[in-house]
């Protein structure tokens, strides 16, 4: 016999804490709205862009899109990966690793002068988005 049953009572569900992010289903759903933006407005950018950060890397838009080749095949990697690591360390703690390191990456693509160190970063903020 449980102690609720021993008392007579019912047993209680757990309730939020209160003032958290959880208790609010409306900022819940303004953060991930915010986190789509931010990748699909990067995979839009980075497609037309292709021609210029060639230029820039002295190479040609052909090379450049194994950058991009390797961010699609991140992003197929990582969304099984994803759920796994959710479940295994929670929705909250996985959300902010990944926007952190989404960030860190972005910063990288941008401050990258050859290919290599761009194409590396790219799968990072993938794998990260995802």
Not at 24 to 29: C, D, K, M, Y
Not at 42 to 69: H, M, Q, Y
Not at 98 to 125: D, N
Request: aromatic content about 8%; hydrophobic content about 50%.
């Amino acid at each position: 016999m449980t102690e609720a049953a021993a008392r007579g009572s019912r047993p209680t569900a757990p309730t939020p804490a209160s003032g958290a992010a959880g208790s609010s289903p409306t900022l819940i759903a303004l953060i991930a709205a915010a986190a789509f933006f931010m990748e699909i407005l990067d995979a839009t950018i980075i497609t037309p862009a292709i021609p210029e950060i060639a230029r820039s890397f002295g190479t040609t838009p052909v090379a450049v899109s194994t950058g991009i080749s390797s961010y699609l095949i991140t992003v197929a990697v990582f969304i099984p990966a994803s759920a796994w690591l959710s479940d295994r360390f929670g929705a909250r703690n996985v959300f902010s690793c990944a926007i952190a390191l989404f960030t860190v990456a972005s910063v990288l693509c941008g401050m990258s002068e050859t290919l290599t160190e761009f194409t590396s970063p790219a799968s990072c903020k993938e794998s990260a988005a995802r």
